[in-house]
């Protein structure tokens, strides 16, 4: 039955890739790779609820009789992971370099779609071949991949608020500056106010939960220092990037709390967190391709790291969903006309976000947690709060580095 399962999942995603394949044209490249991100989502889904009885027939992965369940539904996730992450990360190899669309890889960046989820397809399927040792190791190197993935979420967030906040001081209007005001203030506002929210889910009466308790203070008191930092007369800050940091922290505070294990007492959400598992997962998938989509499509337009040399500055403010029109002819030849983004950066984003869809759908391989649960366990606690940390350094840096390196131009 599971085989027959298999086959059926696989044979409707490989129909499906055909028949879109062939609409993917040049400005829908990026939305295609998103879409095939997606694809190994739903893929890992599928064998996570009803692969393990499947995998336990395969020799060369029970070998042992002390496997659980959770052990083959974490190792179906991890190797249709592996597949993905091979497949973009040898794109991203491959990309490495391209300056101008006359380069011969710009079209196979944009093109070749059949041929590309043929290796794709192929490649998952070959992981489930590969030794559980190499998977396993595999597994451990997408903890660190899944933190780097977070930290260039945190980058593009700091990243785009920075812009945010520079396209409307620019307008030089008394509207505009009091946009900026007053979108800050209810910022802080549900900074604090959420804050206070996490002191009554998380903190628990009767219950010695100074754990909680210092990571929800830490977070209100990173708040009011982005605060006084960006307001001090030597810092060039801003309000508004303070306040969005400040609500991004808030956020990653609750989500890193709500990842504690069920049976912990602290865990004040964890009665009704057992009830809603399937909305769980559904919302974990959803999270995760929405990072994604965001972090490729902001490949095109972010000022940071990830335009390449020959595209100019200006690129940032091209649409998101398009790439730039083909080459001019001049004089019979197509003039080199510079790519805007880095198609070697694009690809490392997925190759990152595989391994940490691969934590997320695993419980981060090491939860006690049931199976229909994902991304549970003290791992994911730490990973989140730190990731909030490791945001609120960055931001401060962003503010007190022109102070400190001021030989140095920063944009």
Request: with cysteine; proline share 3%.
């Amino acid at each position: 039955m599971s085989c027959c399962l298999a086959s059926c999942c696989a044979s409707a995603t490989c129909g499906l890739c055909s028949s879109v394949a062939s609409g993917i044209s040049r400005k829908s490249a990026r939305i295609a790779y998103c879409g095939l991100f997606g694809a190994s989502l739903v893929v890992s889904w599928i064998l996570r609820e009803a692969g393990a009885p499947l995998l336990e027939k395969f020799p060369w992965i029970n070998t042992s009789d002390t496997y659980t369940k959770e052990w083959y539904q974490q190792q179906a996730v991890l190797r249709v992971s592996f597949g993905n992450f091979l497949f973009f990360g040898i794109y991203a190899l491959i990309m490495i370099g391209v300056k101008d669309q006359n380069d011969r890889r710009d079209s196979w960046h944009h093109g070749g779609w059949g041929l590309k989820m043929i290796v794709w397809f192929l490649l998952v399927v070959l992981m489930f071949f590969v030794p559980n040792v190499i998977v396993s190791i595999y597994g451990i190197i997408s903890k660190f991949g899944a933190g780097a993935f977070l930290l260039v979420q945190v980058v593009l967030l700091l990243d785009a608020t920075h812009n945010w906040n520079d396209s409307w001081v620019e307008k030089d209007e008394r509207k505009w500056y009091m946009a900026l005001l007053v979108i800050s203030v209810v910022c802080y506002i549900a900074t604090y106010a959420f804050s206070g929210i996490l002191f009554i889910w998380f903190n628990p009466s009767g219950h010695d939960c100074g754990l909680n308790v210092f990571f929800i203070v830490m977070t209100m008191i990173l708040a009011f220092v982005f605060a006084i930092i960006a307001l001090h007369p030597a810092v060039n800050g801003s309000l508004l990037p303070a306040s969005v940091i400040s609500v991004y922290c808030a956020y990653v505070c609750y989500t890193g709390l709500s990842s504690e294990p069920h049976d912990y007492v602290c865990n004040g959400l964890h009665n009704k967190s057992k009830a809603v598992n399937a909305s769980t997962l559904i919302l974990g998938m959803l999270t995760t391709v929405l990072s994604v989509l965001y972090s490729a499509l902001r490949a095109g337009s972010s000022t940071t790291f990830l335009s390449p040399p020959s595209s100019p500055r200006s690129g940032g403010k091209e649409a998101l969903l398009e790439d730039p029109e083909d080459g001019k002819k001049k004089n019979g030849e197509a003039e080199a006309r510079p790519v805007s983004y880095s198609y070697s950066f694009f690809h490392i984003i997925f190759a990152l976000a595989s391994m940490y869809a691969a934590m997320l759908l695993s419980g981060w391989t090491d939860s006690s947690e049931s199976a229909s649960l994902i991304d549970v366990g003290w791992t994911s606690v730490w990973v989140k709060i730190c990731t909030g940390w490791v945001t609120a350094g960055l931001y401060i840096w962003t503010l007190i580095a022109p102070l400190i390196l001021q030989d140095r131009e920063f944009y």
